[in-house]
């Protein structure tokens, strides 16, 4: 089955810098790739997503790269906000999702 | 997105009873909904996936006897904990797809998760 690897587990950046957080995974049929913020005791949400056409995908001060040829994708988020404190997780659709350990994002005012 | 709600979104119950939790999908019909696990600092496990009027598929080391799942309509999806034990205490969470055809990558939304603590 997919294998996805995602790092760092923690991620302290200052209120305006960027943050960067990558995941690996193993199977090449994979073809979508979603990452989810998640909020201390809700449910994930959606941000963003990718489909393995794609190279990358910007919203606003969220962008996904994606190299399907490394198979890794990577979650940028620019300038940064406290708000944006949360657990972020990516996956990867192997006929069900596959997801990374999640990354704990701290955002210093 | 979808909209997806949980009922209840906190549960305290004994050792010994069961407890039903509910997943419903507010604004589309969802043929397939999932259960996922997370355990405190830890990733989603995938539980099982429920499919609308037939049977839950489980993933290997879920106990489908334990683990009762109920997908009677296109907006609702039932978890029963049964006999529920302290270490079943954890954070329930179902998602619905976005829809796509077979073969077809789909988006997955989450409802807010129901947090279970067994006594």
């Known amino acids: 089955g997919e294998n996805v690897e995602q790092h760092p587990s923690t991620l302290s950046v200052q209120e305006g810098d960027s943050a960067v957080i990558k995941c690996t995974y193993s199977d090449s049929a994979s073809n979508y790739f979603p990452w989810y913020k998640q909020e201390l005791g809700k449910g994930p949400q959606l941000i963003i997503d990718i489909r393995s056409n794609v190279g990358e995908k910007k919203d606003q001060r969220i962008a996904v790269t994606l190299n399907k040829t490394a198979k890794h994708f990577s979650l940028h988020i620019t300038e940064t906000q406290p708000e944006d404190s949360a657990v972020y997780f990516c996956a990867a659709d192997s006929n069900q999702f596959y997801f990374g350990t999640g990354t704990s994002l701290t955002v210093i005012p | 997105g979808a909209v997806v709600s949980q009922h209840p979104s906190w549960v305290i119950c004994k050792s010994g009873t069961s407890v039903k939790i509910e997943c419903r999908s507010l604004d589309f019909q969802a043929t397939t909904m999932f259960w996922y696990r997370q355990f405190p600092k830890q990733s989603l496990m995938l539980m099982a996936t429920s499919n609308e009027g037939s049977k839950a598929t489980y993933e290997q080391g879920v106990e489908k006897d334990k683990f009762l799942i109920n997908h009677a309509s296109l907006t609702l999806s039932t978890l029963t904990v049964t006999s529920a034990h302290p270490e079943d205490s954890s954070f329930y969470i179902c998602?619905?797809?976005?829809?796509?055809?077979?073969?077809?990558?789909?988006?997955?939304?989450f409802g807010p998760g129901t947090r279970l603590t067994v006594t």
């Open positions: 998602s619905v797809t976005g829809g796509g055809l077979a073969g077809i990558a789909y988006e997955q939304y």
